[in-house]
């Protein structure tokens, strides 16, 4: 098991790696340049200009430029500055990352509290009444865009009712309307989820053999039906959970929230290349070490997948012996 945990961190680094260069070569095929944007609002002289633009070294060859950034962003950890406002990309990031982590936290929460009872729910009731209103509930829930519920619910529970904050930071009240709007989504699809996969279970022969055993349904459904059929539910967790760790951008921007997401955005309307470049990674990052606990997560739910990796190192080892 040990290995495979290693395996799996060690494939994070070329990951990463081709999404920095990836990043960095889009970034470069954007028109203009920020110095040239904000030079050019000044009284500056094209020379200037240009003489800027040569000591930030934007006139260097693209794989000089390329090799530059990777060296100062691997080898001393530096995303560069801000040219808006002068401040290390990497110290902003950190600085919004409470903000992000809460929202993110608070969505996955409510989301895996209400997505999988019911969920579950609805794939024992099967066909029935309250199974095609929970369906239809979610397909509502999914279809409903999140920028327009989170006005919603700020004219009705914030200018109407008076009982929570339009936007800002603070205490818990401050993100409870941002969880309720960003989390939406996650509930559906991981409702939906949920019920396709509890749902093939059920209907397995080892669930039929507990039942004729006399245990009882509620034994039969969560100790035994749903745990063989979470893999699939996992997936969609975490995905979700890396979408929202890379910075919920529309909920965190309706709602003033100085997090990761609404920093991106104002990096791209600034044209503010090192901060969407570090904003880009960071996002690349944390989705791909939210896909490597996904995957051990399997192995811990699902006997089968460390087993078959056991008997995989077992074969190799045998191998080497018989070399």
């Known amino acids: 098991m040990s290995r495979y945990v290693t395996k799996r961190i060690l494939q994070i680094i070329p990951i990463i790696l081709v999404v920095s260069v990836l990043i960095f070569a889009i970034m470069s095929l954007v028109p203009s340049d920020p110095i040239t944007i904000i030079m ?12 800027a633009r040569d000591a930030a070294g934007y006139n260097d060859p693209f794989l ?21 406002t002068g401040s290390p990309v990497f110290k902003d990031l950190m600085s919004r990352l409470p903000v992000t982590f809460r929202l993110a936290f608070g969505s996955i929460l409510v989301s895996v509290l209400l997505g999988i009872p019911l969920g579950v729910l609805s794939a024992v009731r099967a066909g029935s009444l309250s199974d095609r209103m929970t369906m239809f509930f979610t397909l509502m829930l999914n279809s409903m865009p999140n920028f327009w519920l989170a006005l919603m619910l700020v004219i009705l529970f914030s200018l109407k009712l008076k009982l929570l904050p339009t936007n800002g930071i603070g205490g818990l009240e401050h993100y409870i309307l941002p969880v309720i709007a960003n989390s939406v989504g996650a509930v559906a699809g991981i409702a939906r989820q949920t019920r396709a996969s509890v749902l093939e279970v059920i209907r397995s022969d080892f669930v ?8 009882k349904e509620r034994v039969v459904i969560w100790k035994h039906a749903l745990p063989n059929g979470l893999i699939p539910v996992i997936t969609s967790i975490g995905g979700f959970f890396g979408r929202l760790l890379g910075g919920s951008m529309v909920i965190e921007m309706t ?69």
């Not at 000089?64 to 808006?84: A, I, Q, T």
């Not at 039929?208 to 245990?215: I, M, N, Q, V, W």
């Not at 309307?269 to 997560?297: H, P, S």
């Open 208 to 215: 039929s053999t507990a039942r004729s055993k006399g245990l």
């Open 40 to 51: 050019s609002q000044t009284s500056a002289t094209a020379e200037e200009i240009e003489a």
């Open 255 to 323: 709602f003033s929230l100085p997090g990761v997401g609404s920093y991106m955005i104002n990096g791209i309307n600034n044209r503010d290349y090192d901060c969407v470049q570090g904003a880009m990674l960071w996002i690349a990052f944390i989705f791909a070490v939210t896909m490597l606990v996904v995957d051990l997560l399997y192995a811990f739910i699902d006997p089968r997948i460390k087993a078959q990796y056991a008997a995989s190192s077992a074969k190799k080892k045998a191998k080497k012996e018989a070399a």
């Open 64 to 84: 000089v430029r390329l090799g530059n950034y990777l060296k100062n962003l691997y080898l001393h950890g530096d995303m560069g500055k801000s040219f808006k």
